[in-house]
């Protein structure tokens, strides 16, 4: 006997592949599908609706499979109620817990629809045991007792509003259509992150930076120090390593024992960072190094000088590790949930494993950018989910200062 659901889809579903991907997720997890309904907008700035009956062989397969679909933005025609049950122990979920997904969601209960507090993917919704407020939690913060959201009845994900069509002259993030491409005009694509930056901030809105070392190892860290001192910058993610180079540069001069000006190894140069990691131990912290005047420039000073937050969160690889490196990951990553609220805009320059752990952690309606040499950093953060990952490929030096040349008066590379 085979179990089955309607669910229903509205969006722009077949110019950006939706109801391609919900169909072939409905094969891939051993499903089957009915189109029993497909209204297709005639212009282009028209949505399209869909109703599908998806069918499978038991009901916690169909469940699966509808859940799976939710990230696409497809809920089921009739929404039922939710259904909550208390966490076994700290830690652990109930087995059948509903997996969030990065986008705005809503469950049913007390008759009408609550909103969903702090979209994440990849988590569990809490509900308070009055009902009266829902929220996302990772697994590994859930308590004993606490009421989980469990299975697919009574959630709705809601897809990403469709920005508004502009004119090809209006600023607008009309490149970022596209995904990855090494083939747009670079100057067009800074020229309009320039300006995004711009409007995020008369929003009042924070600009997260997520950042990796190569930023120090190609020159473009006086770059990110000048954005910073002008207010392009309110939040850096970040590992040891950034931190440790950029401190090494401004301590030595160098960076992985490079001399930064002339491009070539200086003799012990490559005792340099390790040095440097020993001299910020010395002081107690970053912020002290700067304030005993033993830090005088670079990324993380200016960060320190302008009041910016910065989390910096280590890995097995590890040298010191400066003493501001969280070094338990699970700490880490909630100083990195902590610093995100008021942010409406990331920016993810030469950093992989960080770039999908923030990503991991945005919600889907945060705009984000990932510029790297190599597309398949941009590639792995559109398949963990954060499908609004667009990617500049590019070198990371030229892009920061080009991008700081478009928004400090008056900048110039020494």
């Known amino acids: 006997m085979e179990h089955a ?18 169909m072939d997720d409905v094969l891939e997890y051993s499903g089957a599908y009915s189109i029993d309904r497909f ?31 939710q990230t696409h933005g497809a809920n089921p025609l009739e929404p039922g109620i939710a259904s909550l049950k208390p966490a076994p122990r700290d830690g652990v979920f109930p087995e059948d817990f ?4 990065n986008f705005d969601t809503q469950i ?78 670079q100057a067009l694509q800074v020229r309009q992150i320039a300006q995004h930056m711009r409007e995020v901030k008369a929003r009042g809105e924070k600009i997260l930076w997520v950042g990796g070392p190569a930023i120090v190892h190609t020159g473009a860290g006086k770059a990110l120090e000048a954005l910073i ?3 392009y910058a309110d939040v850096v993610f970040a590992g040891n390593a950034l931190a440790a180079h950029d401190i090494e540069s401004n301590l030595f001069g160098t960076s992985l024992g490079v001399d930064l000006d002339k491009g070539h190894g200086v003799p012990h140069g490559h005792e340099h960072h390790i040095r440097a990691i020993n001299k910020i131990r010395t002081c107690g912290s970053i912020a002290d190094a700067v304030e005993q005047g033993v830090l005088k420039g670079g ?38 949930r902590a610093a995100l609220p008021g942010v409406g805009f990331a920016i993810m320059v030469a950093t992989m ?6 990503g991991n952690l945005l919600p889907a309606k945060v705009p984000l950018v990932s510029v790297d ?12 989910g954060s499908a609004q990952a667009i990617g500049v490929i590019t070198d990371i030096g030229l892009f920061c200062e080009q991008l700081a040349g478009e928004l400090v008066v008056g900048y110039k590379r020494d």
């Open 108 to 185: 049913r209960l007390n008759g009408g629809w609550m909103d969903v507090e702090n979209s994440e993917m990849d988590c569990g919704i809490i509900v308070t045991e009055d009902h009266g407020r829902a929220w996302t939690l990772p697994v590994s913060d859930v308590k004993e007792g606490q009421l989980v959201v469990c299975g697919g009845e009574g959630v709705k994900v809601l897809p990403l509003p469709e920005p508004e069509r502009k004119s090809p002259e209006a600023s607008n993030f009309e490149f970022m259509s596209g995904g990855v491409s090494s083939e747009r005009p």
């Open 299 to 336: 990324i993380m000073h200016a960060l320190v000088k302008n009041r910016k937050e910065f989390v910096l969160v280590g890995s097995v690889r590890d040298d010191g590790p400066l003493p501001d490196v969280y070094t338990d990951v699970i700490e880490g990553q909630r100083a990195m």
């Open 98 to 101: 509903y997996s969030t997904t």
């Open 5 to 22: 659901m309607t669910v229903e889809l509205r969006g722009h579903l077949i110019d950006q592949g939706v109801f391609a991907r919900v």
């Open 39 to 69: 209204d297709v907008g005639r212009h282009h700035t028209d949505e399209s609706y869909a109703q599908l009956t998806i069918s499978a062989e038991t009901p916690e397969l169909l469940e699966r499979i509808v859940m799976r679909l």
């Open 229 to 231: 001192n002008e207010g």
């Open 373 to 384: 040499i190599n597309p398949a950093t941009v590639t792995k953060l559109a398949d963990r």
């Open 353 to 358: 494993l960080h770039s999908i752990a923030t």
